[in-house]
């Protein structure tokens, strides 16, 4: 069974930071990419990066390049989100999914498996 298991989401001032995993099971995570969403209330789900398994390219949307990184432990097939400098506007709730597809993939709808999502709350 495919799982993908966010969390780490929570209350933090704006200007602070919060690290995201999304551990997976199920699936051969060497050969997947993992994204990371977010869906602000009344608002369209965003991607916010990916990270490519195959080779560790990472990629990031524009509005958190800079300030987020998606990194992996592949030994534990588990993908984190460092968030820095948050901001109000980054309040969300996050979701991570996989993909085999390859390259900078940020339409929902290229991905196979999705998380539960967690909440993060930047208070300003």
């Known amino acids: 069974e495919v799982q993908l298991q966010a969390c780490g989401g929570g209350l933090v001032q704006a200007g602070g930071s919060l690290r995201l995993s999304c551990a997976t099971s199920?699936?051969?995570?060497?050969?997947?990419?993992i994204g990371w969403f977010r869906q602000a209330p009344g608002k369209q789900r965003e991607g916010v990066g990916c990270?490519?398994?195959?080779?560790?390219?990472?990629y990031y949307g524009d509005s958190v390049k800079g300030r987020f990184t998606i990194s992996r432990d592949s030994a534990k097939s588990t993908v984190y989100l460092q968030m820095n400098s948050l901001k109000a506007e980054d309040t969300a709730v996050y979701y991570c999914?996989?993909?085999?597809?390859?390259?900078?993939?940020?339409?929902?709808?290229?991905?196979?498996?999705w998380g539960q999502g967690t909440l993060v709350t930047v208070s300003s």
């Open positions: 990270l490519i398994n195959r080779d560790g390219m990472t």
């Open positions: 199920g699936f051969d995570f060497d050969d997947y990419a």
């Open positions: 999914a996989a993909t085999r597809l390859t390259g900078y993939v940020v339409r929902p709808y290229d991905y196979d498996y």
